[in-house]
């Protein structure tokens, strides 16, 4: 992974939060859905649609070629208030087992020990602490934790929709994208090569993608 500030969020994000625009991450943020015949709200309780999302990243090797892969397990709540955006908030979680890179022994290795020691840590999470409007978009700030290790990141996001289908229901899109250290959570090791490169790079980039669903209020 290549994240500096930081998901996406993992996890993730991924994100997502305010009302008709926003960004998570690092990338732009809620835009207002156009009204047409009818208007669509944001406001109200969101659940990530796990069948639609991915957790993207890319870390540089020997510092000559990059790699790519994914995480497969996210989910997540996001709570919209269009009106007042600084009381939405978003909380995201993945599993650091279903990442993959397409390679099965090297995912193996990243689950093991020298690295995200996933039997140890199975969760990396993302709880924002404040959401906020910057530009044209908007900003969710909070605690990244993964690998024992909590920091605090701030992630522009970008939201599209919200959006109603006869069979999917009514659903917004989010894709957010940020840099982090590996370091900063201490996975995998510091080893250069003498040309002073990192064998593995130590920027780690992470974009999110997903589909947050309406969950209906029950009826009273």
């Not at 069948?51 to 497969?72: A, D, E, P, Y």
Request: charge should be positive.
């Amino acid at each position: 992974m290549r994240p500096t500030n930081v998901v996406a969020t993992t996890a993730l994000g991924l994100s997502l939060l305010v009302s008709g625009v926003g960004t998570i991450g690092g990338t732009p943020a809620i835009a207002a859905p156009k009204a047409t015949k009818a208007s669509i709200p944001l406001t109200g309780t969101w659940d990530v649609d796990p069948m639609h999302c991915n957790v993207n990243f890319t870390i540089r090797h020997m510092g000559i070629s990059l790699v790519s892969g994914r995480f497969n397990d996210l989910a997540g709540t996001i709570k919209a208030d269009a009106a007042h955006p600084e009381k939405s908030s978003v909380y995201f979680t993945i599993k650091t087992a279903s990442i993959d890179t397409n390679v099965k022994m090297r995912d193996d290795h990243l689950r093991s020990k020298d690295f995200f020691d996933a039997a140890r840590y199975p969760n990396i999470t993302f709880r924002s602490t404040s959401v906020r409007k910057s530009g044209n978009g908007y900003v969710a700030s909070g605690y990244l934790s993964m690998h024992g290790a909590t920091k605090v990141i701030s992630l522009p996001f970008q939201i599209a929709g919200p959006i109603s289908h006869p069979q999917a229901g009514t659903r917004f899109g989010l894709v957010t994208s940020t840099r982090i250290k590996r370091s900063d959570f201490g996975i995998g090791d510091n080893q250069k090569l003498p040309n002073g490169e990192y064998a593995l790079g130590n920027d780690v980039d992470v974009t999110i993608g997903l589909e947050a669903v309406s969950v209906k209020t029950p009826a009273k």
